[in-house]
């Protein structure tokens, strides 16, 4: 794993930017994992910025988000199909057609998992996974206690999760209790993981991902199992490091 300290989001944001346009240039239809979350951000944002002046054409650029909602009514705007649509495929003017959610809609659940991932294997994989860390130290949205082996399937948030989240609703009880995210066996499968994590509040997670025993109680810690992983994480997220 190799682990890159940069000053800020933004400069977090602009390397990644700059490394996923080459990505582009070189293999037009790329295949992005998009997490949500407030962490990636500033990487979209880059990414937008950087568009036009790079001479590069994002049209066939495929996207596969790593998680959704379980129950939100459709078009709900914390929904991260909706997220999706207004931070990424919006301004980066990403085609809709390619760019997938899992399907958190109650009549859809039984069969979304088998789903997504059938979607992702015809889509001949994920090349570049970009990921966050919750304070729990998910991954997606798998939580303390997910299989390593795990694919795309229903998950309930732990309460830490859904106080954090909290901030994107009216209320913490309007947080839903669970979600349909890639399981760390379908991260795994991504030929390059980009984990980013700014701030205090992700020191502990964080050490725990990259150095910590290898177990399902620390999802995070998934990606030791990974031959290419890059970590952006700014001074006080990569505090606790050894
Ligand atoms: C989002 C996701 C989560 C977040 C994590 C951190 O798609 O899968 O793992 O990356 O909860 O969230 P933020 O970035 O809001 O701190």
Same mark, same amino acid.
């Given at each position: 794993t190799e682990v890159v300290i940069v000053d800020n989001p933004d400069a977090a944001g602009a390397l990644v930017a700059a490394h996923i346009l080459d990505l582009i240039r070189a293999k037009p239809a790329t295949t992005l994992g998009l997490a949500t979350g407030s962490t990636p951000l500033a990487l979209y944002r880059s990414l937008a910025a950087q568009l036009p002046s790079g001479g590069?054409?994002? +049209?066939?650029v495929r996207g596969f988000a790593l998680d959704e909602y379980v129950g939100? %009514?459709?078009?709900?705007?914390?929904s991260y199909s909706s997220v999706i649509g207004r931070e990424v495929v919006g301004p980066l003017g %990403?085609?809709?057609?390619l760019i997938s959610v899992p399907d958190g809609s109650l009549a859809g659940i039984r069969t979304a998992g088998d789903h997504y991932e059938n979607a992702i294997i015809a889509a001949g994989g994920i090349d570049l996974q970009i990921l966050g860390i919750g304070s729990?130290?998910?991954?997606?949205?798998?939580?303390?206690?997910?299989?390593?082996?795990? %694919?795309t399937r229903v998950k309930t948030l732990t309460q830490q999760t859904r106080r954090d989240n909290?901030?994107?609703?009216? +209320?913490?009880?309007?947080?839903? %209790?669970h979600c349909i995210t890639q399981g760390l066996g379908t991260i795994l499968r991504a030929r390059h993981l980009v984990l980013l994590a700014f701030g205090n509040g992700k020191a502990e997670a964080l050490a725990g991902a990259v150095?910590?025993?290898?177990s399902s109680s620390n999802?995070?810690?998934?990606?030791?199992?990974?031959p290419h992983v890059t970590v952006l994480a700014d001074e006080a997220a990569a505090s606790h490091l050894a």
């Open positions: 590069v054409d994002v +049209s066939l939100l %009514l459709p078009g709900h705007p914390e %990403l085609t809709p057609e729990d130290g998910h991954i997606g949205f798998n939580e303390p206690g997910s299989s390593l082996a795990s %694919l909290a901030r994107f609703f009216a +209320s913490e009880a309007d947080v839903p %209790l150095e910590g025993p290898v999802p995070g810690s998934a990606i030791q199992l990974h």
